[in-house]
């Protein structure tokens, strides 16, 4: 007797209540056994009032997540100014905001997005990710977006190493991961040393804030009282977007 190998699209049909609640539990197993401590709490401080909407962060970070058509790991979007009379906007960059509690966690199937014990940073498996998108429906910033497979004419053909994301240098080959998965921002995390640290001096920094020409993404350690985010925050008023909904934003705005 023969059994045909399974997809992992054809997983989708065991995506109902039952694999919601594995997953969880094996994920909380995993969780617990290896207890990883807290060191960061990496997070941004976004100053709308240097912001010009250039879009050079968007731009900064496709090339260096190397993403294809139909993927933004940030946006910058067009907002009126609340209060104003005149036309004037607010520009506002947008990225995976890294909540402290992330709805897109809990209704993965498969387990395939979760939080990272160590630095806050929600990630994403390739390897797990089937592609339903239950995380693009339920993350109310927009982050989120699916890799159907569309290339640029310019990007290095298939079979060549094409995103350092996760420190993987997957190979962008049809039918394979990541092609097919939900994809989003992860701050760059594959800048980061073997010890979980970036390096600003050293140019290991999330693209979209190393290359802001206002410098108004401001990156760093939420819970280092002397970094500049934390900093900002005491002497300045800020606010994040959709507060009200218990998501705990990693991202701050500065009106």
């Not at 731009?59 to 940030?74: D, Q, S, W």
């Not at 989120?144 to 310019?154: I, V």
């Not at 995103?163 to 989003?184: A, C, D, L, M, T």
């Not at 760093?220 to 900002?232: Q, R, Y």
Request: glycine content about 8%; some cysteine; proline content about 9%.
């Amino acid at each position: 007797m023969t059994t045909s190998p399974v997809s992992r699209r054809e997983m989708l049909k065991w995506a109902g209540a039952g694999a919601v609640a594995g997953a969880a539990l094996a994920h909380t197993v995993v969780a617990d056994a290896t207890a990883p401590v807290r060191k960061h709490h990496w997070g941004m401080v976004i100053d709308t009032r240097r912001c010009v909407g250039c879009e050079a962060c968007v731009i900064a970070c496709k090339i260096e997540n190397m993403t294809p058509p139909g993927v933004f790991y940030t946006l910058v979007t067009k907002e009126p100014l609340p209060g104003s009379t005149t036309d004037k906007p607010v520009f506002m960059t947008k990225p995976c905001f890294h909540c402290e509690k992330p709805p897109c966690v809990p209704v993965c199937p498969v387990g395939a997005t979760y939080k990272r014990k160590t630095d806050g940073i929600v990630v994403i498996d390739y390897d797990r990710c089937i592609g339903c998108r239950y995380c693009v429906a339920a993350c109310p910033y927009g982050a989120r977006f699916a890799d159907f497979g569309d290339e640029y004419d310019l990007l290095p053909l298939a079979g060549e190493p094409i995103s350092p994301e996760y420190k993987q240098y997957r190979e962008r080959v049809p039918g394979r991961s990541p092609i097919g998965n939900v994809r989003k921002c992860t701050f760059c995390l594959h800048l980061q040393d073997e010890k979980g640290e970036y390096d600003r001096e050293a140019g290991r920094w999330p693209a979209c804030a190393k290359t802001c020409p206002g410098h108004a993404i401001i990156f760093g350690d939420l819970d280092d009282p002397d970094s500049e985010v934390a900093t900002i925050l005491r002497e300045r008023n800020a606010v994040r977007i959709k507060e009200e909904l218990g998501t705990e934003p990693s991202v701050y705005y500065l009106l």
